[in-house]
Structure formats: C-alpha cells, structure tokens
C-alpha cells in the first residue's frame, strides 16, 4: 500500500489535504447535530471544486479525495478533534471548533496528523480522575431507576441495622437474633463473614454484643477502627475489609443518608478510577468512602438524577463500576467501559468471542487475519498473498473461462498458470468461503483447496490444523442461494482486498479492534454481495456477528425477537445487524447456553409452525412473454391485473376478500383459483426456494434469492427475485417423475415432492450449469439391527423383534396388537427410543387415542389463541403434521422419526386420519389438506408410525379394512414369541421363587381357544414390590380378575370367574397336573 492512497501526509500526492480537513470541521460545525462520515463527505463534495487527480481512483476503485477526507475524519477523533457516538455519528468538538477557527487549512491538517501519532504513541491507563468516572455514571444512571434498584432496599437493610444495633446497646433479649437477621438484609455481608458472626456470637457472646451496641451508640467514624480492633480479638481472622463492612452497616442504621454502606470492590475500584487512595484500616477505608460520595455530590451538577445525599452519591458509585452496561450498547463502548473500570492501559479491543464453531472459527481467523495484518499465509509458510497486485491479477482471471462448467471446473480453468501468490490467494479465499458450511462435506473442501494447492511450486499440503477445523464446519447451511453465487464471491472477496489494503493504518488498526469499525470497511466495498459478506464479518467477529448470510433471516430473527429490547433501530442492514448484537447479548447475559437462533425456543418466535426447508415450486403464466422477461429481469412474479392492495402477511381469507372485489367479473371457480395462487405465492414462494418456470420446449430452474438488504423493497408483494440457471432443460429429456409432477395444473404448483430430481437438474455452484445430470438416488432410511443388549433389556428373543423391524423398514407403518399386558407400548417405545431417538429424543413421539380425538388433534386444526381478542383462534398444527415436517428437513432426510399411536382402535380412525389414508399407500406424494388446500402436505419416507390395539377392547371389531390394507399387524400374544418366555426370563434373572410363572400359564390355559384375545400378559406381574406377602394376591383381585368379569361379562356370573380362575383354584390345578405328571414315575419306582 502506496503511502499516498493510504493517506500520507506527502505534499507531493496531488490531494489538498488541508482543504479537505478544513471543510469536513465546516461540515460539521454547521450540520446541527452528529451526521454520518457518508453524510459529511456528501457535504463535502458540494462544497468543493475538486481537481483531475482528486476525482480519480485507487487500485480498489475508490475516489482519491473521498479516502483523504475519510482519513482526515478518522485522525481526528483520535486527536480529540472529532466525537464519534455509538452509531458512528461524528461531532464536532469544542477544542477542534477552536482550531478551526485559528489555524489555516494545512496547519490544520499538520496538527492532526500530528495529535494522532502522539495519541498512538501515548499508551497507558486510561480515565483516571473524575471527569471519566462522571461520564461514565451518568450513561449509566439513564437506565437506570436508582431508588428502586440501589436505594430502596439500603433503606430497609438500614432498619433492621437501627433496630439490631438499639438492641445490643441495651441488652434486649433478642439481640443475636436481630444482629443476625441485619447481618442477612441486603447483599452487604457476604456468606463467609455471616457464619464468621455467627460464630462469633456463638462463642463470644457479650464482647460481640458490646462492640456492636457502643459503635451504635457513638455513630462516630472515629470509632471504627476502635471497633475494628475490638472484632480481631475473639481468635478467628476476620478480614479488614469485613470489619468495615460491620461498622458501616452499623452506621448505616444510625443514618442512612450519611452514612452508606461500604463494599470493598466498590471503596478500592472507585478510588483508583479517580486517582485517589483507598485506605487501609477500616476507619481510614470508610472515611475515604465517604470523602468519595462528597466529591460526586460536588462535581454531578444539576443533571438529573441529581444525588440527594452520600446515599445516592454510593449507589452511583456502585451504578458506575460494577452495574451491567444496556444490551443495546455496541461492543466497543462496552469494551472501553470494561477497560476503565479494570484501568488497563493500552488500546481498547473488543474480545472476538466464540459462536457455534469454535475450532473452524478459530482456523478460519487464522487464514483471515494472516491477511488483514500483512503477514503471511497461514495455508503456505512463507507465502505472502495479500497484495495490490495478486488480488487484482486474481480479480481478472475470474471473469475468463470456458462458460457451461461447473464453477470450480472454471475455476481451476481461470488459474491455470496463475503463481503461486495468485494460488495461495485463491486457495485462502475457498477456505473462508466454505469452511463455515454445514451443506457442503469435509472432504469436498479439502478436495478443492487442495488441489489449488497443489498447482503451487512444491505443491504444498494443507496444514493438519486447518483441516480438521473442516470437520466443526457447520456454522450455517449455505442453501441453493449461497453455492450458486461462489464466482460472485470470489470477486467480491478480491475487492475486499484491494479495499482493505487502501485503508490508511489508523482505520485498519481501529477496524481489528472494533467490530462496527470492521464492518465500516466491508459495507464499504464497491459492488456489495451480503451473504459473503455477512461470512466474513462473522468469521472476524464470532462472538457477536451472527453466523446467518440470509439478510431475509436476520430481518425476521431480529423481527420476531426485537419485543425483548424494545422497539427495532430501524430497517436498514446495519440497524438490523446492531440490533442482532443487542439480542444476542441479552440472551447470552440471561442464558448461559445460548447457542443459535435456529434452536428453540427462539425459532418458534420468528419462523412459528412446522417449517419444513426449502420448497420448490412451478410458476405458470398466461402471458408468453413472461419467461423472458423474469429471465432477463432476473425475477419472477405473478400477474395482477386489477392491482389489488396485497401484503406479504395476508391470510388466504383477506386475500379472496380482495379477489373477489378486484376480478369481480371472473367465474367464481377462476376467481378461487386466483386467491389460492395469490396466498401460496405470498406466504409460501421464500428464498432458497426452487422456482421452475415453462416455455413450449425448456424448463427453467432458478433459486429465489435474498433481496439486497437495503434495497427498496418491490413494489409488489407478487415478485421474488432469482437467480437463473444460464440454459435450459429440454422437456423431452425430464425424468418421468417430475414430468408427471408438471402436469399438475395451477399457476402455483408445489414441486417439493421432487425437489432432490430439481436439485439434480440444477448444478449447485455456478450459474452457467454443467450438462444435465441424472436424478441420484437417495438411501433409504432404515432402522438398524435389533441388538442382543436390547432384546435383553426387553426379555425377548433376537429374532421376533428382527423381524418387526425389518418388517417396519419395508413398510414404514405396523400395528402391533395383543392382549392386555404384553407389552405393546413399552417394546414398540423402547425399539423406537434405541434404535431411531438414541441421538435424540425428539425424533421419537407418543400419542394415545381415544373415542373424542379428531382429525383437529392429529393433524391440524383451530385452537384458542389467549389474549388476542380480534382473532380468538388460530390454526395449528398437530402431531403428525409436526413430525412430517421435522421429518422432511433437508438436513433430516437421512434420520428416522417414529410416531407412536397407542390404543390405535379407540378413535374413529376415518375421520381421524382424514388425508393419511392416501398418505400411507402413496409416501412422498402430496395432498391437500381439508384446512390449508393451497399448502399441498406429503408423508417423508423416513417417517415410521406404529400403532398399538389391545384385542381385549370390542372396538377393535370397528377397524375397517382401509386400515388393515395400510397396515401389517403384528401380533404380541401371551402363549407366541416374543412374549411367550418374557415372564420366565424376569423371574431367573430377577432370581424369583414364587409361582407367578406357573399362575399365568394356567389361567391362560384355563380361559381356553374362546378367550384367546383376552388371554393376560407378563407386564402385571412384573412390577416391582409383588414378591411382599399379599401383594400377588393384590393385583390378582384387583387387576386381572376385572378383566375377567368383562370379558365374561353375561356368561358367568363374578363369583363363578372369581372361582374358577382365582389363586386358589389355580394352584390346585397346578399342584393336580405336577401330582399327574409324576405318578407314572411313581409307579415305575
């Protein structure tokens, strides 16, 4: 970087510095209030004819004049000329008023440069003396309520003091108790020096009592260190700080507004931010307390809150060290006041933090850093790539190749030759651009780094460090929008370059300390490309910055969650992205764990209902000219003839509203058609979507892309704008699938049930797509192998359980039904938790039916919405529906979801399920719900559902045969496998030795053939406590025999069930059957 175009002083540069400096201060001496450094160099540029030189640019595009004056902007705030506020807005300040008026236009300019390097030079602590300390109380206090937060409970701590210290000075009966009880009032005493008193007390009871009650009496400072000495007499150390927190507290009972209480943090930190010194023995320690409470009621003036006695004056003090900066604060200023209260010297620098991936974040800085400091490669030893020179032959090869390949076919084309700094460039530019991606693998990244790398003299390897940060790279999902604009970043990141290494030193050093000022440099590149952007500016700042390159989501992120901070800054990119920050500091002061803003709960705030990813969808058209125009407009929208007054946030009933009044000329058939394309295109048509357009012979692909944040929204609600697949896809050539999904009729189509064919179609990074590739096939979802580990937890066989597993696989549905107590619900759970939800619970979900549950409870249905007067009742999502959704994530596809539905047969399954019956034939394919027609929903494959039925229930007799051809049913029979040896599997390995196993053997052996869907499970007598004396006998009478009496319900009679089927009997039978088993041995002996 030339000295000139990074704002050196020389005379000889051709730009009239000291002019420049001079009207920036006019600018800012007549504007009124603080303006913006673009507001300042837009005034700047009206006042001054500027010359040939002046007006032409630098390496990275840059007018020459606009960086001098920017830099004259930037030396003066740190020469004190120049204010800037937390929105960096500059003012004008008195002493540079002053100089304005007295010095000529290139002494000006001398004598900031000047002031600025002493200022560079002149490290140390910073702050200390009042004017700093006032300062900073006085931001703080604004946010403050002092009476409510610092003084109200000083008062009441203060009466208890009062009446603990009255107590001991008279020897009342319940002094201990009240010094106690003062001792806890507040947060003055810590927990050490309360059990220290307590002690104390304990042991020394009438010296504690005195000391106390002679220092109330006196209410003297001088008498502290008195009383100090007297409490290091009773043998155990209390620390001098302790003591005067007693003897203030003491006084503090004798008059609160004199005498405040006294923390150490607050007496020591306070007087070294002042210059003053704290003391050392306890009286002197108060006395310096107090000298400090009257130096600020002296010094704060008349601006409110004015301080109306040493009270006020402390909790001030204590506002002004140790109270919480606003969550709206940007980190700088909230650095610089951690800096002064800590009194560290040197330059303020704002902690990068960590975000989601600390390793690839801290890898990825690194390669990044390496080059905004001017030092070399973090990739290749020795290598220095950032320069002038390399990111402007990088810049170049970018726009040469062969047009029709994939980008990084080009672009290893592109650098064909390059050397080795150009490489090593390039190769730094892949690694910032992907290492944060989550929808890109591993090893694709270290392919293609790789073997840019390779090209290089030596073909050095990528360091073992950087690689494995590869593997925590899942920051963010680029999506479709993000890869197809790889070439467009690569550019962009060549400008940053070129722009960064334009900046005058003094900006590049503020720009690696302060966030806000590094984003000042990026917005600041010409040709704006947010999403690589918003990459870089969180790679540099993880712990602030959020790692999200939608500006579509940071808008409805900071949307839905700005009710926390109060009211949003406003609309424009920079407003959104410092009102992310505030709430991310919020969040991360009140939870410990905040992680993403794509977690609950805080996704349920800004993306509500069950979003599913990316859609696809077909966009018809009655006009033929449209597909050209949205091709070269880059756009695609919906024709509204009558212009009605639509809004993004319209429901599908405001809509046909407005229809019906708009195109009321339209058959009522055309007019519904209408309303439904209208409503799917608002609510539905998002970025990242898939959009595919028609002609006579092609299909066109596209990916809806973000609006550019600042951009004036389109004048229609109706518009998205796109990027375009280069060429087209011939019709006759589409895969039968999707040529059958694109005769289905409407101007808005749902093509998400073959969005992984329009994938395939489309090449994911480059906008000149490669030749058309074939659909790929997508692995199936299975569940695995059962083990033996779980058979036996279950005290089942292997086999059995294999094969409904495997018999779930092939179908993705089963019934499991039985008698009571086989254990339905607790395998079908228990293969479900281990073998789907073992790496996370949510994946797995049970819901019972019952006779009142409905088609609203299972799938979607209206329910009351608390406090909203205008609109009671909102439709929402159920079970399934949430599951579906979860389940059809992109980055879900390859995990298994299972839904359970117990007591399957207690519902009226056809109005239950509703729309599932075609579901469950047809996964995959889509339907319309009864409650949502415009919103076509679809059952992913890698959704398992297992319903359970007990035969003992007569309503399993209304099971239809719809769902007996939809479901394999799996029996659980007491006298089969897997639930035949359950019982006498418990009882060995539980080491039992009563009849339990042959009781149940032969009460289903008694009931008979006729009583087979009746016949009872192991579960009953596998509860834990039935080896107590009564206990078998307990559920015998009161869980088995009552579902005895109604099966047998008008054919015996209670007492002849309770006969024939009791303990008694039963073991009679037994003993019998063992008698009769063994005569034959008997008689043979």
């Known amino acids: 970087m030339s000295d000139v175009d990074a704002g050196g002083s020389d005379a000889n540069d051709g730009l009239r510095r000291g002019l420049l400096t001079r009207t920036v201060y006019e600018v800012l001496a007549s504007g009124g ?39 004259a902007i930037s030396r003066s705030t740190f020469g004190g000329w120049l204010t800037r506020d937390e929105n960096h807005a500059y003012s004008l300040t008195d002493s540079g008023a002053e100089a304005l008026a007295e010095l000529s236009p290139d002494a000006l300019w001398l004598e900031v440069t000047r002031r600025y390097h002493a200022s560079k030079r002149d490290g140390g602590a910073q702050g200390v003396g009042w004017e700093p300390f006032l300062r900073w109380a006085r931001e703080l206090v604004a946010d ?3 009476d409510a937060e610092e003084r109200d409970y000083k008062l009441k701590a203060a009466e208890k003091w009062a009446a603990a210290g009255a107590a001991c000075a008279t020897g009342s009966a ?48 001088d008498a502290i260190d008195g009383f100090g000495e007297e409490l290091g007499n009773w043998g155990a150390y209390v620390s001098p700080g302790d003591r005067t927190v007693f003897a203030s507290c003491v006084l503090l009972g004798v008059d609160p507004n004199s005498f405040p209480p006294y923390r150490p943090a607050l007496g020591t930190g306070w007087a070294a931010r002042v210059g003053e010194t704290p003391g050392t023995s306890p009286g002197e320690r108060y006395t310096a307390l107090l000298s400090l409470c009257d130096g600020l009621l002296e010094r704060w003036g008349d601006e409110p809150p004015r301080p109306r006695d040493r009270l006020d004056a402390q909790g001030l003090g204590w506002v002004a060290l140790k109270w919480a900066p606003p969550d709206t604060w940007p980190p700088m200023k909230r650095a610089e006041l951690q800096h002064w209260r800590e009194g560290s010297a040197g330059e303020v620098r704002v902690d990068r933090g960590a975000g989601v991936s600390p390793i690839m974040e801290s890898a990825a800085w690194d390669v990044l850093s390496a080059g905004l400091r001017g030092e070399t490669s973090a990739l290749v030893s020795g290598v220095r790539s950032w320069s002038v020179e390399t990111a402007q032959n990088l810049a170049d090869r ?17 650098l064909a030759g390059a050397e080795d700094e150009v490489l090593c460039l390039a190769a730094e530019f892949l690694y910032i651009r992907d290492a944060p991606l989550h929808d890109m693998k591993a090893s694709t990244k270290i392919d293609r780094i790789g073997a840019i790398l390779a090209s290089m003299s030596g073909a050095p390897g990528l360091p073992e460090s950087q690689v494995a940060a590869l593997d925590d790279g899942h920051a963010f999902a680029g999506g479709q929008g993000y890869h197809i604009k790889a070439p467009e970043h690569l550019q962009w990141l060549c400008r940053f370059v070129l722009h960064w290494l334009e900046q005058p030193p ?53 949307n839905g969650l700005i009710a926390d901070l109060g009211k949003p800054s406003g609309d424009h990119d920079d407003e959104v992205t410092r009102d992310l920050v505030a709430l991310r500091t919020l969040h991360e002061r009140k939870n410990k764990n905040f992680y993403s803003w794509y977690d609950p709960p805080y996704v349920n705030r800004w993306r509500p209902g069950s979003y599913a990813g990316p859609r696809a969808w077909l966009i018809r058209t009655d006009a033929p000219n449209d597909v050209n125009r949205w091709l070269e407009k880059s756009c695609i929208d919906l024709r509204d003839e009558a212009g009605l007054a639509l809004t993004p946030d319209m429901t599908s009933g405001a809509v046909a509203r407005l229809v019906s009044d708009g195109y009321a000329h339209l058959a009522p058939s055309q007019r519904e058609e209408l309303t439904v394309a209208f409503h799917t295109f ?56 999707l040529s059958a999904a694109l005769e289905q009729e409407g101007h808005v189509v749902d093509l998400t049930g073959v969005s992984d064919l329009l994938t395939a179609l489309l090449d994911d990074e480059t906008v000149a797509p490669a030749e058309p590739r074939g659909a790929q096939a997508v692995e199936r979802v299975m569940l695995p192998a059962v083990s033996q580990d779980l058979a036996d937890e279950l005290y089942m066989p ?15 549905q089963l019934v499991v039904y039985g008698p009571p107590g086989t254990g339905k619900t607790y395998v079908a759970k228990k293969l479900a938790e281990r073998l789907a939800g073992a790496q996370d619970p949510s994946r797995v979900r049970l819901v019972q039916f019952h006779p009142s549950y409905a088609y609203e409870d299972f799938f979607e249905g209206f329910r009351p919405v608390e406090g909203n007067g205008n609109q009671p009742f909102a439709l929402q999502d159920g079970p399934l ?45 889509t339907v319309r719900l009864q409650y949502r027609p415009d919103k076509p929903f679809s059952l992913p494959d890698n959704m398992f559902i297992i319903g359970t039925m007990n035969t003992a229930d007569r309503s399993i007799a209304l099971v239809d045969a719809a769902i007996r051809r939809r479901f394999p049913f799996y029996e659980m029979h007491p006298q089969r496998e897997p639930v035949r040896g359950v019982l006498a599997a418990f009882a060995k390995r539980q080491q039992l030795t009563d009849d339990r196993v042959e009781l149940l053997a032969e009460l289903n052996l008694a009931m008979g053939r006729p009583g087979h869907d009746l016949h009872i499970g192991p579960s009953y007598l596998m509860r834990d406590g039935l080896d107590a004396p009564g206990a078998l006998d307990l559920v015998w009478r009161y869980d088995i025999l009552p579902l005895l009496h109604e099966h047998f319900y008008g054919s015996k009679s209670p007492e002849e069930i309770d006969q024939e089927f009791g303990l008694a009997e039963l073991r009679r039978r037994i003993a019998e059957r063992a008698k009769a088993d063994g005569a034959p041995d008997d008689a043979d002996a």
């Open 682 to 737: 608002l609510e539905g048509v998002r970025p990242q979507d898939l959009v595919v357009a028609l002609t006579d012979e092609q299909l066109m692909i596209g990916t809806v892309d973000d609006p550019s944040p600042n951009e004036e929204p389109s004048p229609s609600p109706l518009t998205r704008p796109v990027l375009w697949s280069a060429s087209g896809r011939p019709l006759e050539t589409l895969p039968a699938k």
């Open 398 to 414: 970018l726009t040469t190749g062969e047009s029709g390949l994939r980008f990084f076919e080009r672009l290893v084309q592109q």
């Open 881 to 925: 529906k949430l599951m579906a959704a979860e389940a059809a994530k992109a980055e879900n596809r390859d995990k298994a979801y299972v839904l359970i539905i117990d007591e399957l047969n207690r519902a009226n399954l056809p109005k239950v399920f509703g729309e599932l019956y075609f579901l469950l034939e047809y996964r995959e394919e």
């Open 506 to 558: 003094e900006v590049i050093d503020e720009a690696l300390r302060d966030p806000f000022a590094f984003r000042e440099v990026t917005t600041g590149v010409p040709e704006d490309s947010p999403s690589i952007r918003y990459a870089v500016e969180y790679l540099a700042w993880p712990g602030l910055f959020p790692s999200i390159v939608s500006a579509d989501h940071r808008r409805r992120i900071r």
């Open 798 to 812: 292997v086999a059995p359980l294999q094969e409904l597993v495997e018999l779930l696989n092939r179908r993705r």
């Open 144 to 146: 403050v309520d002092l």
């Open 33 to 71: 209030g603080p303006m913006s450094s673009s507001e300042v160099l837009s005034r700047v540029a009206e006042r001054i004819d500027f010359t040939e030189r002046e007006m032409s640019t630098n390496a990275s595009g840059q007018v020459r004049w606009r960086t001098a004056a920017s830099v």
């Open 174 to 221: 319940d002094w201990a108790e009240r010094l106690r009880q003062a001792a806890a009032a507040g947060n003055f005493v810590d927990q050490f020096a309360q059990t220290w008193l307590r002690n104390r007390i304990q042991d020394h009871p009438d010296e504690v009592r005195a000391a106390f009650g002679q220092l109330h009496t006196s209410g003297a400072v």
